[in-house]
């Protein structure tokens, strides 16, 4: 029988902000449900004597604390003893992020690991919106520098941003004179790209839907800050309450049953001016505990509930 044990891989809590961290709030809800929390990160997950370990730490997170967490033991766990693995570092999602996938793929059989690690490594999050493109603004994915003129040309202004970011890290708005250079040492950097017409209604904000076992569970606004364009919290942005529109909720529910299928348990999908931006997030969804401070809904209770924890 399984220990009441979650283990929570991701970023040196020390990194994480208390105020709005999704793994934090998931953390206190599974402790007011009597679980041990151990927390380790990813460089420290071992394959040894075909025991798939990892060397970490008991914590105990505390709410509303300005010392929010406080380590009650080190040690180095056989992963088999905890009831869940929750995959919560940060992306970019680089061959250290999917080793992580192929090593915890030994006990997924064994241990319910959120989200399924086969399906994390599947899922690339900007390219798998690709097959949704219907929905969403004029969009390329290419490393080929022709192709990225000949779609500037087409569209004016546009956004390019690397596949495997995230948090609004290294994305550029083109207008005006096309940048050859900056484009060219783009693709120096991050190889394949993706391209999309520039949507100008983002002043208004963007919308992410939060997807849990495929259902639709809640959504926010995240609206820039004065003269950005970025939609992300980390960037400034300002967060509040809304509702979907019947063309939103039908291609949330579509991707969201398309995600169950595929063993993902928790997402976020991302909205401007009702088309999907192509940011269909599986790695580390964020959110949770901004859309409770806005609505007093607790969607961690939701989440620990599907797993029947």
Same mark, same amino acid.
């Given at each position: 029988?399984?220990?009441?044990?979650?283990?929570?891989?991701?970023?040196?809590?020390?990194?994480?902000?208390?105020?709005?961290?999704?793994?934090?709030?998931?953390?206190?809800?599974?402790?007011?449900?009597?679980?041990?929390?151990?927390?380790?990160?990813?460089?420290?997950?071992?394959?040894?004597?075909?025991?798939?370990?990892?060397?970490? @730490?008991?914590?105990? @997170?505390?709410?509303?604390?300005?010392? @929010?967490?406080?380590?009650?033991?080190?040690?180095?766990?056989?992963?088999?003893?905890?009831?869940?693995?929750?995959?919560?570092?940060?992306?970019?999602?680089?061959?250290?992020?999917?080793?992580?996938?192929?090593?915890?793929?030994?006990?997924?059989?064994?241990?319910?690991?959120?989200?399924?690690?086969?399906?994390?490594?599947?899922?690339?999050?900007?390219?798998?919106?690709?097959?949704?493109?219907?929905?969403?603004?004029?969009?390329?994915?290419?490393?080929?520098?022709?192709?990225?003129?000949?779609?500037?040309?087409?569209?004016?202004?546009?956004?390019?941003?690397?596949?495997?970011?995230?948090?609004?890290?290294?994305?550029?708005?083109?207008?005006?004179?096309?940048?050859?250079?900056?484009?060219?040492?783009?693709?120096?950097?991050?190889?394949?790209?993706?391209?999309?017409?520039?949507?100008?209604?983002?002043?208004?904000?963007?919308?992410?839907?939060?997807?849990?076992?495929?259902?639709?569970?809640?959504?926010?606004?995240?609206?820039?800050?004065?003269?950005?364009?970025?939609?992300?919290?980390?960037?400034?942005?300002?967060?509040?309450?809304?509702?979907?529109?019947?063309?939103?909720?039908?291609?949330?529910?579509?991707?969201?049953?398309?995600?169950?299928?595929?063993?993902?348990?928790?997402?976020?999908?991302?909205?401007?001016?009702?088309?999907?931006?192509?940011?269909?997030?599986?790695?580390?969804?964020?959110?949770?505990?901004?859309?409770?401070?806005?609505?007093?809904?607790?969607?961690?209770?939701?989440?620990?509930?599907?797993?029947?924890?």
């Amino acid at each position: 029988m399984t220990n009441k044990i979650i283990a929570i891989q991701g970023n040196h809590p020390n990194k994480l902000n208390p105020k709005t961290d999704t793994s934090i709030f998931l953390a206190i809800e599974a402790q007011n449900k009597g679980y041990s929390i151990f927390y380790y990160e990813p460089k420290n997950l071992s394959i040894i004597d075909d025991k798939v370990l990892a060397s970490g @730490f008991f914590i105990n @997170f505390k709410k509303y604390k300005k010392k @929010f967490f406080k380590i009650i033991k080190y040690k180095k766990l056989n992963l088999l003893n905890c009831k869940y693995i929750l995959i919560r570092q940060d992306p970019p999602f680089n061959l250290e992020y999917i080793s992580t996938t192929y090593i915890l793929d030994k006990i997924k059989n064994k241990t319910k690991i959120i989200n399924d690690p086969t399906s994390i490594r599947n899922i690339s999050e900007k390219l798998y919106s690709s097959s949704f493109l219907k929905y969403m603004p004029n969009t390329i994915f290419t490393k080929d520098l022709k192709e990225v003129k000949s779609f500037y040309k087409i569209n004016k202004k546009i956004i390019i941003k690397p596949i495997h970011g995230y948090g609004g890290n290294n994305i550029h708005l083109l207008q005006g004179k096309f940048k050859n250079k900056l484009v060219i040492n783009f693709i120096k950097k991050h190889g394949h790209i993706m391209c999309q017409k520039f949507l100008s209604k983002i002043k208004n904000g963007d919308k992410r839907v939060f997807l849990i076992n495929g259902k639709i569970l809640g959504a926010i606004s995240r609206v820039p800050k004065k003269g950005s364009f970025l939609s992300n919290m980390s960037k400034g942005a300002k967060p509040m309450l809304t509702k979907l529109t019947k063309n939103e909720n039908k291609i949330s529910n579509f991707i969201g049953k398309d995600l169950k299928r595929q063993n993902i348990y928790f997402a976020g999908i991302d909205f401007i001016d009702q088309k999907l931006n192509g940011d269909i997030n599986v790695t580390s969804p964020t959110g949770l505990k901004t859309y409770y401070d806005l609505s007093n809904i607790n969607l961690a209770k939701i989440f620990w509930k599907g797993l029947k924890a």
